[in-house]
């Protein structure tokens, strides 16, 4: 018998080991080839390093890394933005280092989800996975109508229906192929949206320091005037702590990233090693891309804006497109022509790119749920390349809402949608580090330990308790300002809570209708999947390549490693 298939024999019969779940178990061999049936019920792994890592900077960097961060500004002033950010970065980053250690160890499909209803209860991961559908299918036609908005910033008669049917068919197309043209395509689009912060950031150093066509080395004069602290809603120090919660709710749904590094798991490459090295690099992303541009946006533009003001306070049009970017106010403010074109150009390109993932991630989702019973079970079938195809019949149908804004009446329904299911991001969370918790009992009676485990988290299980705690106490009080005396409004209230009510309806519906109860820590199966996965690792065939070699070779300039036979493990 060969080496490596006594080595996936004795992991199913004797569950985990330091060599077999290391990644030092990696080699270099053979790809086992799998059956026609198993190819047309799985994902394929085609994901390389280079798009692995550009992919999560692209689930990281969104609109609301150059426009909604306005709003923050707006309500709490730049210091309350900056420390806001830096604050709700630090919470994410508990969750990264959750599911950064179950993810790496288990890399299989719609990671969370299915371990939600592995480790914790199958009613929990009923939870998770149309929680976090819901949020991403109803985010699609959102996008969509955010490109038709920004397109107006040059003209007005652009038909709506057919940026709709454009970015509706080119989703389709990059999502139906095999998964690495989606994957070549996002590394490009996150690519322009890496040059557009690169772009924002290097105009607001050169800017400051007098290097604008008004010779005015403003630096931090909106820290000073009008200052650092806005009052928000109340006057005074209450005033100036509701600022700051309003800018941590405007953080609470910019800073995203780890979950969508978890779905890349089930299609990347090597997974144990690509993955775990695109979620050790999240955390220098929340720094530089998230941070680094509360700093920015305070710098360049004061809260009290007369233009920002305007339009986010809803005095003239213009909250979702180009015109309400702090960068692009500030561009017109200095006298700056040319460079708000690019931005905008730019924008456009990370409207589409969050459109584009929000459609793989939503059928990766629905196959995650057909292979654990929770959705029909024709939405397992895959293409020969690895592609659910049904799944994704299901998610496109969901793009055609932003028809509706084909008429202003119509509009305002995908606005309403689009507002109820922004608590479900916060729900993610609390998911992912309770999923956690349970995983670390388990790990804990079964005598495995976890310093030999391919990514070992720090300060567990302390850091998934305080980031449960802490997201439960966000998406229980972000719509505290709805029960504020006179601020009563149902539409508000619906706005703010309606994924915190539906979330119990899930749980208890799906529990109550197929009687499930939680998993014992001595019953959790925390082999799953794994002994296919280290096989798998284990006859690999190519080299593994560095980030920087893989994208030379793309462009002829370096040698590109032999191609692996496919596999569907």
Same mark, same amino acid.
């Given at each position: 018998?060969?080496?490596d298939?006594?080595?996936?024999?004795?992991?199913?019969?004797?569950?985990?080991?330091?060599?077999n779940?290391?990644?030092?178990?990696?080699k270099?061999?053979?790809?086992v080839q799998? %059956? %026609?049936?198993?190819?047309?019920?799985?994902?394929q792994?085609? *994901?390389?390093?280079r798009?692995v890592?550009?992919?999560?900077?692209?689930?990281?960097?969104g609109?609301?890394?150059?426009?909604?961060?306005?709003?923050?500004?707006?309500?709490?002033g730049p210091?309350?933005?900056?420390?806001?950010y830096?604050?709700?970065?630090?919470?994410?980053? +508990?969750?990264?280092?959750?599911?950064?250690?179950?993810?790496?160890?288990?890399?299989?499909?719609?990671?969370?989800?299915?371990?939600?209803g592995?480790?914790? #209860?199958?009613? $929990?991961?009923?939870?998770?996975g149309?929680?976090?559908?819901?949020?991403e299918?109803?985010?699609?036609?959102?996008?969509i109508?955010?490109?038709?908005a920004?397109?107006?910033?040059?003209? %007005?008669?652009?038909?709506?229906?057919?940026?709709?049917?454009?970015?509706?068919?080119?989703? *389709?197309?990059?999502?139906?192929? &095999?998964?690495n043209?989606?994957?070549?395509? @996002?590394?490009w689009?996150?690519?322009?949206?890496?040059?557009?912060?690169?772009?924002?950031?290097?105009?607001?150093f050169?800017?400051?320091?007098g290097?604008?066509?008004k010779? #005015?080395?403003?630096?931090?004069?909106?820290?000073?005037?009008?200052?650092?602290f806005?009052e928000?809603?109340?006057?005074? #120090?209450?005033g100036?702590?509701?600022?700051?919660?309003?800018?941590?709710w405007?953080? &609470?749904f910019?800073?995203?990233?780890?979950?969508?590094?978890?779905? *890349?798991?089930?299609?990347?490459?090597?997974?144990?090693r690509?993955?775990?090295?695109?979620f050790?690099?999240?955390?220098a992303r929340?720094?530089?891309?998230?941070?680094?541009?509360?700093?920015?946006?305070?710098?360049?533009?004061?809260y009290? /804006?007369?233009?920002?003001?305007?339009i986010l306070g809803?005095?003239?049009?213009?909250?979702?497109?180009?015109?309400?970017?702090?960068?692009?106010?500030?561009m017109?403010? +200095?006298?700056?022509?040319?460079?708000?074109?690019v931005?905008?150009?730019?924008?456009?390109?990370?409207?589409?790119?969050?459109?584009? &993932?929000?459609?793989?991630?939503?059928?990766?989702?629905?196959?995650?749920?057909?292979?654990?019973?929770? &959705?029909?079970k024709?939405?397992?079938?895959?293409?020969?390349?690895?592609?659910?195809?049904?799944a994704?019949?299901v998610?496109?149908?969901?793009p055609?809402?932003?028809?509706l804004?084909?008429s202003?009446?119509?509009?305002?329904?995908?606005?309403w949608l !689009?507002?109820?299911?922004?608590?479900?991001?916060?729900?993610?969370?609390?998911i992912?580090?309770v999923?956690?918790?349970?995983? =670390?009992?388990?790990c804990?009676?079964?005598?495995? #330990?976890?310093?030999t485990?391919?990514?070992?988290?720090?300060?567990?299980?302390?850091?998934?308790?305080?980031?449960?705690?802490?997201?439960?106490?966000?998406?229980?009080?972000?719509?505290?300002?709805? $029960?504020?005396?006179g601020?009563?409004?149902?539409?508000?209230?619906?706005?703010?809570?309606t994924?915190?009510?539906?979330?119990?309806?899930?749980?208890f519906?799906?529990?109550?209708?197929?009687?499930?109860?939680?998993?014992?820590?001595?019953?959790? /199966? *925390?082999?799953?999947?794994?002994?296919?996965? %280290?096989? =798998? @690792?284990?006859?690999?065939?190519e080299?593994?390549?560095?980030f920087? !070699?893989?994208?030379?070779?793309?462009?002829?300039?370096?040698?590109?490693?032999p191609k692996?036979?496919?596999?569907?493990?």
């Amino acid at each position: 018998m060969i080496p490596d298939e006594e080595k996936t024999i004795k992991a199913v019969e004797k569950g985990l080991s330091q060599q077999n779940t290391h990644t030092g178990s990696v080699k270099i061999g053979t790809i086992v080839q799998g %059956d %026609d049936n198993r190819a047309n019920n799985h994902v394929q792994r085609h *994901l390389s390093y280079r798009q692995v890592q550009l992919i999560a900077i692209g689930g990281s960097i969104g609109t609301a890394n150059f426009v909604t961060m306005g709003a923050g500004l707006m309500k709490g002033g730049p210091a309350n933005l900056l420390i806001a950010y830096a604050f709700y970065s630090c919470m994410v980053s +508990l969750v990264n280092n959750s599911i950064a250690e179950m993810a790496v160890f288990m890399p299989v499909s719609a990671a969370f989800i299915r371990m939600a209803g592995r480790w914790v #209860d199958p009613a $929990f991961g009923f939870l998770a996975g149309w929680n976090f559908f819901i949020y991403e299918v109803v985010n699609i036609p959102f996008e969509i109508s955010a490109i038709s908005a920004v397109l107006k910033y040059w003209r %007005d008669d652009i038909p709506v229906a057919a940026v709709v049917s454009a970015c509706i068919v080119l989703y *389709l197309l990059l999502n139906i192929v &095999a998964v690495n043209w989606f994957g070549e395509a @996002e590394f490009w689009l996150a690519a322009g949206k890496v040059n557009l912060i690169l772009i924002v950031y290097a105009f607001t150093f050169i800017t400051m320091v007098g290097g604008n066509p008004k010779h #005015d080395a403003y630096g931090f004069r909106y820290w000073k005037t009008p200052g650092a602290f806005a009052e928000y809603i109340h006057t005074g #120090d209450l005033g100036h702590f509701e600022g700051f919660l309003g800018c941590l709710w405007n953080a &609470a749904f910019t800073v995203v990233g780890p979950e969508y590094v978890s779905m *890349l798991s089930g299609e990347t490459k090597l997974p144990r090693r690509y993955i775990k090295s695109a979620f050790k690099a999240t955390y220098a992303r929340f720094a530089l891309f998230f941070v680094g541009s509360a700093l920015c946006v305070g710098i360049v533009v004061a809260y009290n /804006d007369p233009t920002l003001t305007s339009i986010l306070g809803g005095s003239s049009s213009g909250a979702t497109s180009a015109a309400a970017s702090p960068y692009v106010i500030a561009m017109s403010n +200095l006298g700056v022509n040319v460079l708000p074109h690019v931005t905008n150009a730019l924008l456009i390109t990370s409207i589409f790119s969050a459109g584009n &993932a929000y459609t793989f991630y939503a059928s990766r989702i629905l196959y995650g749920l057909a292979l654990e019973g929770q &959705a029909p079970k024709f939405l397992v079938r895959c293409t020969k390349s690895g592609i659910p195809v049904y799944a994704l019949g299901v998610v496109m149908v969901f793009p055609c809402l932003a028809f509706l804004n084909v008429s202003s009446s119509s509009a305002s329904v995908l606005t309403w949608l !689009t507002n109820v299911i922004t608590g479900a991001g916060i729900i993610n969370y609390i998911i992912i580090s309770v999923t956690y918790i349970f995983f =670390y009992n388990a790990c804990k009676v079964q005598n495995i #330990d976890r310093m030999t485990l391919p990514y070992c988290g720090w300060f567990q299980p302390y850091s998934a308790w305080t980031g449960a705690l802490f997201m439960t106490t966000v998406v229980c009080v972000y719509g505290y300002s709805v $029960f504020v005396p006179g601020m009563w409004s149902v539409a508000s209230f619906f706005t703010y809570y309606t994924m915190v009510l539906v979330a119990p309806i899930l749980y208890f519906g799906w529990k109550i209708a197929r009687r499930t109860k939680f998993v014992s820590p001595e019953e959790a /199966d *925390l082999s799953w999947e794994r002994p296919l996965i %280290d096989e =798998y @690792e284990a006859a690999y065939i190519e080299e593994a390549e560095g980030f920087w !070699t893989n994208v030379l070779a793309v462009i002829g300039l370096a040698k590109k490693a032999p191609k692996e036979r496919s596999t569907t493990v």
